[in-house]
């Protein structure tokens, strides 16, 4: 079991930038890649990003790709999106997860989800 808590989401006029972390505990996630995810009102959740177990490669949908970056920090079980240059359109409840393998991009293939931290971007 591994349990998951993400932070760092809060209100920022577009343009603007924030910083998620997404801390593990339980069940080592180190060996695992992670992914984050959001999800708007009304709207099914869609991938945005993925870390590998090591950090070394990235993974990033296109609407964030160049804006997003992901990393993590192995030795505090944190793994981290650093958003910039954020649009209104990026508001959403973030999850991080864990990847179990299969399609990177799908929700079903990851396990044991963060409650959310909400990202709300003003214009």
């Known amino acids: 079991q591994v349990q998951l808590v993400e932070s760092g989401g809060g209100l920022v006029q577009a343009g603007g930038s924030l910083r998620l972390s997404c801390t593990t505990s339980?069940?080592?996630?180190?060996?695992?890649?992670m992914g984050w995810f959001r999800q708007a009102p009304g709207k099914e959740r869609e991938f945005v990003a993925q870390?590998?177990?090591?950090?070394?490669?990235?993974l990033y949908a296109a609407s964030v790709e160049g804006r997003f970056t992901a990393s993590r920090d192995n030795g505090k079980n944190t793994v981290f999106l650093q958003m910039n240059s954020l649009k209104p359109e990026d508001t959403a409840v973030y999850y991080c997860?864990?990847?179990?393998?299969?399609?990177?991009?799908?929700?079903?293939?990851?396990?044991?989800w963060g409650q959310g931290t909400q990202v709300t971007v003003s214009s």
């Open positions: 997860a864990v990847f179990r393998g299969g399609d990177y991009y799908a929700a079903e293939e990851y396990d044991y």
């Open positions: 339980g069940r080592s996630s180190t060996r695992y890649s």
């Open positions: 870390i590998s177990s090591s950090g070394y490669r990235a």
